[in-house]
């Protein structure tokens, strides 16, 4: 469900279960055991064994990028290379607000029709926009597709 209790189009959760499922081949093709993602991403075991049984249906995408960054799913450039995960998975947060933001504005279309389209509250564009919260990797799809950003 997303922030007005629409349901989640099939499309945008099968996107999202195909991301969670390149992170748990990830950490098998490095036979990295739950404990290890957990020290790599600085997340708690529950959060980690959830998405590696397959049982995170939605996780926050701070909390994605967390375990994509602790598994080698970021390109690094320079000056990555000299960060801490914690402040590449803030960089990365960073960077998807002022895409969202900038994506937003250029299809022309306001706060509240995006977050009319993709089933959302309009605070909830603003606060993503702003870097004040982070929305769920199906709320994440939706709004990316509804202004035509790439993910």
């Not at 499309?11 to 748990?24: D, G, K, T």
């Not at 049982?55 to 080698?72: E, P």
Request: hydrophobic share 40%; glycine share 8%; aromatic share 6%.
């Amino acid at each position: 469900m997303s922030g007005h209790g629409r349901r989640v189009p099939p499309q945008i959760q099968h996107r999202a279960q195909r991301m969670f499922r390149e992170l748990v081949r990830a950490a098998e093709s490095q036979e990295l055991s739950y404990l290890e993602v957990c020290r790599r991403s600085g997340l708690s075991l529950y959060a980690v064994s959830k998405v590696m049984r397959g049982a995170a249906s939605d996780l926050q995408l701070d909390t994605y990028l967390a375990l994509a960054g602790a598994l080698g799913q970021f390109r690094y450039d320079n000056r990555a290379s000299r960060m801490s995960l914690s402040e590449l998975t803030a960089v990365r947060v960073q960077e998807w607000c002022e895409r969202l933001h900038i994506a937003r504005s250029r299809s022309g279309m306001s706060q509240r029709e995006v977050a009319g389209k993709a089933g959302v509250t309009q605070a909830q564009v603003s606060q993503w926009e702003r870097g004040l919260t982070m929305p769920r990797v199906c709320s994440y799809l939706m709004v990316a597709e509804v202004v035509g950003l790439r993910v």
